[in-house]
């Protein structure tokens, strides 16, 4: 499964992500089960850095689609989806998960 999301960081709080910047990360997931502490660590990003959640797609569909409705996470009902929101950074968790191997 193909999992990707973007924290922007509008407002200029926080410092994961540089102020005005929005970065996008992608993962491949084997197993649903995977996806539980991805979805936590987004949801502490978002309330601890005061992030925005943009775009967030589970094989190529929003999360909040109606077939997607058994996953829940807090951030869930903070989602946008932005067509005009360009990420100015992708972060590929496996190939960064195959630099540490």
Request: hydrophobic share 40%.
């Amino acid at each position: 499964m193909k999992f990707s999301y973007m924290l922007h960081n509008k407002d200029g709080r926080g410092r994961r992500v540089p102020r005005g910047q929005a970065w996008q990360w992608t993962h491949d997931l084997e197993t649903i089960e995977h996806l539980e502490p991805i979805l936590a660590w987004i949801e502490a990003r978002v309330t601890v850095d005061r992030l925005s959640l943009l775009n967030v797609y589970l094989d190529h569909t929003e999360i909040t689609a109606p077939k997607n409705s058994e996953i829940s996470f807090g951030c869930k009902s903070q989602i946008v989806y932005s067509r005009i929101t360009k990420p100015d950074r992708v972060i590929d968790m496996n190939m960064a998960a195959s630099v540490l191997r």
